[in-house]
C-alpha cells in the first residue's frame, strides 16, 4: 500500500531563514507524481510544487524546491527566504500510476510551520 | 481562470439529517475529487467523478455518494449524519488525464458541523 511520512508535526523557523519539510513516502509503483501543498488557517490548499518519479531534476518553483531523492524514497520540500505568510500546515501527497486509481492523491499528516519575524 | 469553488462555505446540521455540498471546478477540468479532512484522520479520499462517471472511490460508507454533471460540477451527499461526519469537506479539480502528472487544484472547502 501507499503511504506518505511527514515526521515533523512542528516546526520553527526565523524570517528570511530557509527551512526544509520532510517527506518520505512508500510505493512499489515506477511511476508516480510527488506533491507539496500548503494549507493556510482558513483552510483552502494550495498547489506549491510537483515531482515526477522520473524527472531528473528536483522541480522548483519560486522560492519552492523539491529535493528528490528517489532512492531513499523521499521529496522534502526546501523553502528559502521564509516569510511569515509562509506560517501554514505543509502536505506532502502522492498520486498513483494507474488510470482506475486516477484523482487520488495520498497525503501525509502535514507538518505545521510557524515563521517568527 | 476562476479557480474552484464551494457552497456553501459553512453548514451546521443535526443528526440523522442528510446535506449536500457542491462544487464547480476549473473551466476546462473533467475530474473533480472530493476529500474529508478531520484532525483525527488527516485527509482522506472519498470519491472522484470524470466525465460523469465515478472512476474511484476511497473506504466510506454507503451514506456518502456523489454525482457529477455534464457541466464537469459536482454535488455530494451524506445522508444520516453522524457526529462523526463534522469535518472539513474539500473538492479538488483537475484535467483528469488520471495519470500521476494530473495536479488537483483545491476549492475553500465546506466545513461541515453535526451537532
Known amino acids: 500500500a501507499q503511504k506518505i511520512t511527514q515526521t515533523q508535526p512542528g516546526m520553527f523557523v526565523q524570517e528570511k531563514e530557509a527551512v526544509t519539510l520532510d517527506c518520505t513516502y512508500d510505493?512499489?509503483?515506477?511511476?508516480?507524481?510527488l506533491f507539496w501543498y500548503k494549507q493556510p488557517s482558513s483552510g483552502e490548499m494550495i498547489f506549491l510544487i510537483y515531482?515526477?518519479?522520473?524527472?531528473?531534476q528536483n522541480a522548483t518553483e519560486g522560492r519552492y524546491s523539491l529535493n528528490f531523492q528517489k532512492a531513499r524514497k523521499s521529496a522534502n520540500l526546501v523553502i528559502s527566504a521564509s516569510q511569515l505568510g509562509d506560517s501554514a500546515m505543509y502536505f506532502c501527497?502522492?498520486?498513483?500510476?494507474?488510470?482506475?486509481?486516477?484523482?487520488?492523491?495520498?497525503f501525509g499528516q502535514g507538518t505545521e510551520l510557524s515563521v517568527k519575524p | 481562470k476562476a479557480g474552484v469553488t464551494q457552497t456553501p462555505r459553512y453548514l451546521i446540521k443535526t443528526r440523522g439529517q442528510q446535506v449536500t455540498l457542491s462544487c464547480s471546478p476549473i473551466?476546462?477540468?473533467?475530474?473533480v475529487s472530493w476529500y474529508q479532512q478531520t484532525p483525527g484522520q488527516g485527509l482522506q479520499f472519498l470519491f472522484e467523478?470524470?466525465?460523469?462517471?465515478?472512476?474511484n472511490k476511497g473506504n466510506f460508507p454507503g451514506r456518502f455518494s456523489g454525482r457529477q454533471f455534464s457541466n464537469s460540477r459536482s454535488e455530494m451527499n451524506v445522508s444520516t449524519l453522524e457526529l462523526g461526519d463534522s469535518a472539513l469537506y474539500l473538492c479538488?479539480?483537475?484535467?483528469?488525464?488520471?495519470?500521476?502528472?494530473?495536479?488537483?487544484?483545491f476549492g475553500p472547502g465546506t466545513r461541515l458541523t453535526v451537532l
Open positions: 467523478y470524470f466525465s460523469e462517471t465515478q472512476r
Open positions: 479538488a479539480s483537475s484535467d483528469g488525464t488520471g495519470v500521476s502528472t494530473d495536479t488537483q487544484y
Open positions: 515531482q515526477g518519479s522520473y524527472d531528473e
Open positions: 473551466s476546462g477540468h473533467r475530474s
Open positions: 501527497a502522492m498520486s498513483p500510476l494507474t488510470y482506475n486509481q486516477g484523482g487520488k492523491l495520498i
Open positions: 510505493t512499489s509503483d515506477q511511476s508516480y507524481g
